[in-house]
């Protein structure tokens, strides 16, 4: 099944000439590859993002922290 917009979408690149559609549909592939990347990475991390942000909050309890003051980065 295919959404309206996407239909839309591949209309318009339908239009363009062979190799800027081989171009688009490269790039389409490889942000489409990237994601699934990144959702493996973030769901095999999930533990050791937990373990970061029970480490952020402990030291921000305790006073170990600084207020970011986003001029001087």
């Given at each position: ?28 592939l490889?942000?489409?590859?990237s ?5 493996k ?7 050791a993002?937990a ?19 986003p001029?001087?980065?």
């Amino acid at each position: 099944m295919t959404t309206q917009l996407l239909e839309k979408a591949f209309a318009e690149a339908s239009r363009l000439s062979a190799e800027e559609q081989d171009v688009f549909a490269a790039w389409i592939l490889e942000e489409l590859a990237s994601e699934r990347r990144w959702e493996k990475a973030f769901a095999s991390s999930a533990d050791a993002l937990a373990r970061l942000a029970d480490e952020a909050i402990s030291e921000y309890r305790t006073n170990q922290t600084q207020e970011l003051d986003p001029g001087k980065l």
